[in-house]
C-alpha cells in the first residue's frame, strides 16, 4: 500500500511537471507568434510553431485535460469553429486537386490545421490565470515588436532593410500592412486588460505609446483606420463614461509628445498626403494596384465559382505576379466557394459569441466585438489568415471571456 501511494505521488509529480513546462511553452509561443521573422528558410514555420507543438507534447504527457472537459464552451461555437474550419481546408484541397499544384495545397492545408485546430487545442488546456499570463505575454510581444521596429526606423536606418517594406517598418512580422492591423486586434485586449488591471494602468501608457508609434513607423492607410475603427467601437460598447475619458486624456497625452516628433516621412508621403489631396483615393498608397488586383480575381471568379483556382494560383495569373489582397476574394477565387462560405461562417460564429458576451458584460464584449470586427474588416485587405498572429488574439479572446460568461450565469442563478 505504501509502494503504490509513492507510485502514485510520483506519477502526479511527473505530470505536474510536464504540465508546468508545457505552459511555459505556451507563453513563449504566444510571444514569440509576432516574431515571425525568427523561422526556418523556405517554409513557413516559426519559432513560435515549434514552441507550439512542444507545448501540446507536454500538456498530453501531463494529462491536462481538465480545462478542456470543464471550459463551457457553447457547443454551437465549438461546432461552427469546427465546421467553417474544415470548409475552409476542403475547400482549397478540392481546388487545388483539381485546378492547382497539389504540393502547394497541401502546405497551405498543413497550415490552416496548425493555427485553426492544434493552437486552439493548446490555449483550451489552460486555466483562467495561464489564459490570462498568455495574454500578457501575448500584449508584451506586439509592444515589443513596436518598440524595437520604432527604434530600427529612427536609429539604426540602415540595418533596417530585413524588417521594411518600400521605406515602411514591418519589425519583426516583416510585413508593415501585418503590423499595424495586428496592432489594430491588440488595442482592446489592452484596453480590456487595462480596466480590470491585469497590466498595470502605466505598463498599458507605455504599451499603448509603442503601438501608436508603431503605426506610424508601419505607415498604412488600412491599418491606421483598423486601429481607429477598433478603439473608437470599443469605447463606444464599453458604455463606461470614466474609461472612455481616460483613454481620451491618454491618446491625448500622446498626441501632445507626439507633437514634439518629427513625423515618418514615409507616414507624411503615404498617409498626411490623403488629407491633403481633398480624399482622392490614388494618393493613399497601394489602392489602385490592389482595386485592379480584386478586379482581376473577380473576372477568375466568373469562370470558376464553384471550384478554385488552387492554393496560390492567382498570383501566377495576374500581372502583378501578387495574390489578391481580400481574403474573402482570395479564398473564393483559389479555394472556391466552399473555402468563401468557411470563412464567412468561422467570423460569424466568433461575431455572435463576442454579441453575447456584451449582453452579459459590457467591457468584456466591448473588446471581443471590436477584436471580431476588427479581424473581419482586416481581411478585406490580407491575403490569408493562417499566420499565427492574426487567429493568436482571436483564440485568446474567445477562451477568455468564456469565463466571464459562466460567471454572469452563475450570478444570475
Not at 491618446?251 to 482622392?280: A, D, K
Request: net charge positive; with cysteine.
Amino acid at each position: 500500500m505504501l509502494t503504490s501511494s509513492l507510485n502514485r505521488i510520483s506519477i502526479e509529480n511527473k505530470s505536474t511537471s510536464f504540465q508546468s513546462i508545457g505552459v511555459f511553452f505556451v507563453y513563449g509561443a504566444t510571444f514569440f507568434s509576432f516574431f515571425p521573422y525568427i523561422r526556418a528558410p523556405q517554409i513557413f514555420f516559426t519559432l513560435a510553431d515549434l514552441l507550439f507543438l512542444l507545448s501540446a507534447v507536454f500538456l498530453m504527457l501531463g494529462k491536462r485535460n481538465e480545462y478542456i472537459t470543464k471550459s463551457k464552451i457553447p457547443s454551437s461555437v465549438i461546432f461552427g469553429w469546427v465546421f467553417s474550419s474544415c470548409l475552409i481546408m476542403t475547400g482549397l484541397a478540392l481546388s487545388t486537386i483539381i485546378n492547382g499544384d497539389p504540393n502547394r495545397g497541401l502546405i497551405v492545408v498543413i497550415q490552416y490545421s496548425f493555427t485553426l485546430f492544434l493552437v486552439p487545442f493548446v490555449y483550451s488546456q489552460l486555466s483562467f490565470e495561464e489564459l490570462k499570463n498568455s495574454a500578457r505575454f501575448g500584449i508584451a510581444g506586439v509592444t515589443i515588436v513596436c518598440l524595437f521596429g520604432i527604434i530600427m526606423y529612427y536609429f539604426f536606418a540602415q540595418y533596417a532593410r530585413p524588417f521594411t517594406m518600400g521605406g515602411r517598418m514591418g519589425s519583426f512580422l516583416e510585413n508593415p500592412n501585418s503590423l499595424s492591423k495586428t496592432i489594430s486586434i491588440f488595442i482592446p485586449l489592452l484596453m480590456m486588460f487595462s480596466h480590470y488591471k491585469y497590466v498595470r494602468k502605466w505598463t498599458a501608457l507605455i504599451g499603448l505609446f509603442c503601438m501608436i508609434g508603431g503605426l506610424l513607423v508601419a505607415s498604412s492607410f488600412g491599418g491606421l483606420l483598423a486601429a481607429v475603427l477598433s478603439l473608437a467601437l470599443f469605447l463606444l460598447l464599453s458604455l463606461n463614461l470614466k474609461m472612455i475619458m481616460q483613454t481620451l486624456l491618454a491618446v491625448g497625452f500622446i498626441i501632445i509628445i507626439g507633437m514634439n516628433i518629427t513625423l515618418p516621412e514615409i507616414f507624411e508621403s503615404r498617409i498626411m498626403s490623403y488629407f491633403n489631396s481633398s480624399g482622392q483615393t490614388s494618393s493613399v498608397g497601394s489602392f489602385d494596384d490592389r482595386s485592379y488586383l480584386n478586379y482581376e480575381a473577380l473576372e477568375e471568379i466568373k469562370k470558376h465559382p464553384f471550384i478554385g483556382i488552387g492554393a496560390d494560383s492567382f498570383e501566377k495569373l495576374t500581372a502583378f505576379q501578387l495574390p489578391v489582397h481580400n481574403t474573402y476574394l482570395n479564398f473564393w477565387v483559389e479555394g472556391g466557394f466552399i473555402s468563401l462560405i468557411g470563412l464567412v461562417i468561422f467570423l460569424i460564429i466568433i461575431l455572435l459569441y463576442a454579441i453575447k458576451v456584451w449582453r452579459l458584460n459590457k467591457t468584456v464584449g466591448a473588446a471581443a466585438i471590436s477584436m471580431s470586427i476588427t479581424l473581419i474588416s482586416n481581411c478585406m485587405t490580407i491575403t490569408h489568415i493562417y499566420a499565427r498572429f492574426w487567429v493568436v488574439p482571436m483564440i485568446l479572446m474567445v477562451l477568455l471571456v468564456r469565463f466571464y460568461v459562466n460567471q454572469e450565469k452563475q450570478q444570475e442563478r
